[in-house]
């Protein structure tokens, strides 16, 4: 059994861990964030302690309750994914929180260099791999736009053909019509990666019956 300063040290550096993923969730507002991130690897990290040290000499299996970690964290992930459209979103924030599972356990064990090098990768896979998928890959970005417009007939079929223009697929629209005579709507869509946004939203607001255009959050 190892002493309880060892304990402590193991337990606090798989809160540190955890938070370092949870800010960059955090920062993005993300559905878990900076608490569930540190939550999750100190969680893991008590599991594998009490499975590795807890049951010692009786004979138990002492991979039994790590080995459940795995699964079980799959359940809390799935609670972070969400459908959007005909898209699916917070699949990476469940596969962060799975990875932070890893580091908890890799804490747990004493292993303190995977630990440490596995948040490293982490942290630069969620911070960098974006403009590197921006830029090299040159895929199709998601994202909402915003869209107040005069009720007038045929508005939002020249909104539309403003949009087919400008080579944005439309996934999905919400339409609210209030009180003060504008029509807002929420267009769920995919642009293509060469997509100049500024010049999108200044040719919206030049049209005639738009009185508000704006990105929203991807």
Known sequence: ?????????????????GGIVGIEREALEKPAGFRTHILVALGAAMFTLLSRYGFAGSGADAARIASNIVVGIGFLGAGTIWRHGTGVGGLTTA????????????????????????TLLVVAVLHMFPRIDARLLRRNTSGTLQV?????????????????EYRVAIQGVEVDQRTDGLVHLTFTVRTPPDLDR?????????????????????
């Open 95 to 118: 596969a962060s929180l799975w990875t932070v599972a890893a580091v908890g356990m890799a804490v747990g064990t004493g292993m303190y260099t995977v630990a440490v090098l596995g």
């Open 1 to 17: 059994m190892i002493g309880w300063l060892e304990v402590g040290l193991r337990l606090v550096l798989a809160v540190f861990l």
């Open 198 to 218: 500024t010049r999108l939203v200044t040719a919206l607001l030049e049209a005639h019956e738009v009185h508000e255009a704006r990105w929203g959050t991807p």
């Open 148 to 164: 107040a417009v005069r009720d007038r007939p045929g508005e939002i079929g020249r909104i539309c053909g403003l949009l087919r």
